[in-house]
């Protein structure tokens, strides 16, 4: 029993890794949309391993590592997969120099996105001061910014997310404050700290508005959140 016990956040974190597998075999189908709802439920797994680890108060470093290989393909590879696939959907003939290839060299830009995702995950496996905050944007932050795109695209077919450049500036932004020093607050919550104080308004903040904003605009909303997330970050370091 102890056994099992000790294993529920890491089973909840496998969990989470496999729809980040699914998510990725769905992105190379172009079935983005699935793709995309794999990406939700991987993060939605990865909220609650940490939470069964803390309310079990059973973390340890290899929790820990299992945790950032999970969020390096669900929150990093799968939806660089999406944002590739999105590319070659706006580009559909790939030619340079009269050859044909399998892809348009610009989709590449979507790549960098686990190359700078694998710098920010190591760099948080060794800095131990990063339990009520990060530095630099936590990867799932980065994931539902770019899982809600396929359902922008369904809600409104000319949207700005068809603009390969946009696409470009959006891989190249998110992948820089992965790995920037700006201090992120972290969302999950901590059973110690009882008292209200300045983070908690914070969170209740952005908590209230992500609903409203979601309500209004649906799945468009989630885009607005992530920068609001960031904005509320640099003030509370402020």
Do not use: W
Not at 7 to 26: A, D, E, K, Q, V
Not at 116 to 134: C, E, H, M, T, V
Not at 165 to 178: H, K
Not at 210 to 221: E, G, P
């Amino acid at each position: 029993m102890n056994t099992l016990k000790r294993n529920i956040p890491n089973f909840i974190t496998l969990s989470n890794l496999f729809c980040g597998l699914l998510s990725i075999i769905y992105a190379f189908n172009n079935q983005l949309t699935l793709a995309a709802i794999f990406i939700f439920l991987g993060i939605f797994l990865d909220f609650f391993d940490g939470f069964f680890a803390r309310l079990l108060k059973i973390e340890n470093n290899f929790g820990l590592q299992l945790d950032s290989m999970a969020d390096l393909i669900t929150s990093a590879v799968a939806p660089s997969i999406i944002l590739f696939q999105l590319f070659c959907n706006n580009i559909p003939n790939h030619f340079i120099f009269n050859i044909y290839l399998p892809f348009p060299p610009i989709a590449l830009t979507a790549l960098i996105i686990p190359l700078f995702a694998a710098i920010r995950l190591s760099k948080f496996n060794i800095n131990i001061n990063q339990k009520d905050s990060f530095i630099g944007l936590p990867t799932p932050m980065l994931a539902l910014f770019i899982a809600a795109i396929p359902f922008i695209k369904e809600l409104n077919e000319n949207t700005i997310y068809n603009n390969v450049i946009f696409l470009c500036i959006i891989s190249i932004s998110l992948s820089l404050l992965m790995v920037s020093k700006i201090k992120m607050f972290s969302l999950k919550i901590q059973f110690q700290k009882k008292q209200i104080h300045k983070l908690n308004i914070i969170r209740l903040v952005l908590a209230g508005t992500s609903l409203l904003l979601l309500l209004l605009f649906n799945f468009a909303a989630i885009p607005f959140i992530v920068a609001l997330y960031i904005t509320l970050s640099i003030i509370n370091t402020l």
